[in-house]
Structure formats: structure tokens, C-alpha cells
């Protein structure tokens, strides 16, 4: 089920960059056979692989073919941070029609060395608490793409129905500080008992 949903969201992603392609021939003519893409990842877990195996295979339905008609450049952080600036600026300089940015912090990184290249986001959980987008229905900015945020409130009011809860935990890696810190406000700002959140990074 968890991966199912990842892939529903790689889909997604497809969709929006076949629309960014569409914008981006609009405004310039590029041969079929010169688009270059590349791929940015926060972590190599199974959720940002998962992710990508979706939109390497809808681009693949769309009739990019690798080595054909597109050229993919993929890069991945491994879930140090620390490496994300310079891989978003050796990717950015590689001069790619668009870029697909898995994770807040592979986005966030992505658009911090352009803004230019269409950036198509996956897997982020705020576009416009990340600071990416000015807001939702007019993003301002080379910044689109899907979300995996989701509305917790039912849940939280099915637990606390059956099970009474003084306090929330959110775990997450150290990667994903900045998506769990979005996440544990959302849990705080939809639990109907403002039941305390609390989130700590498990390595």
C-alpha cells in the first residue's frame, strides 16, 4: 500500500512534466531528440526509488525512449544533505530542459541553484512552507509538481476514539528534518484535542 501510493504520486509527476514540456516547447523549439532531464533524490530509500521507477516508466508510456529521444541524468544524496548543493549545481550546469527534484530537500536544493530550469517536484510534503512556491494556485516561481501531504484528521480522530492519546510521535530519518517538522504541524494543527505532537530523528 505505501508503495502503491508513490506510485500514484509518480504518475502525477508525469502528468506535470508532459504539461512543463508542453510550456517549455511554447517558448523554444527543441527537437524530440535532444530532451535532457534529470533526475534529483533526496535519499536512495524505497519511497524516493519507487518514485522514480514511476516516472522513468510514464515517461517511457509517453514515448521517451533512453537513449533514443531522451537523456536522463540521475543523481542521488544517499540522505546526506550535505551533498544535495553540489549535486544541484553539477545538474543545473549540465544545462537539462527540466528537472525532476524527489524530496523537499532535493527540490529546495535544486531551486536554490536556478530559476530558470522548470523544476517538477515528488514526494514534498509543503510547497509553500519549504519556501518553493508563493502559493498553491499562483506558484510564482519554475517550481511545480505533486504532493504527498495528506489530510490526517480522520485518522487522528479514529485513534483517539478508540484509544485516547495524550501525545503524537513522528519519527523520520535526519534526511527528512524538514518534511517531518511540516508533518508534525499538520498533525498539531488538524487533531481535534490539539493533542501535543512530538518528532525526533531515528539516525
Known sequence: ???LRFHVIAALVTLAVLAAFACFAAHRTVPRAQVHVAILRTSSDDTCRAVQRGI??????????EG??????RRGADGDPARLASLAQSVVASQPDLIFAIGTEAAKAAAHQTTKTPIVGAAVSDYVAAGLVKNEAAPGTNVTGVSDRYDVSSAVTLLNG???AHALAVDHEKSGEAA???AARILAGQSP???PVQYAAVR
Open 56 to 65: 522513468e516508466r510514464g515517461l517511457a508510456d509517453a514515448g521517451y525512449v
Open 162 to 164: 478508540m484509544l485516547p
Open 180 to 182: 517531518a517538522s511540516i
Open 1 to 3: 500500500m505505501h508503495l
Open 68 to 73: 533514443e529521444n531522451i537523456t536522463i541524468d
Open 193 to 195: 484535542a490539539r493533542i
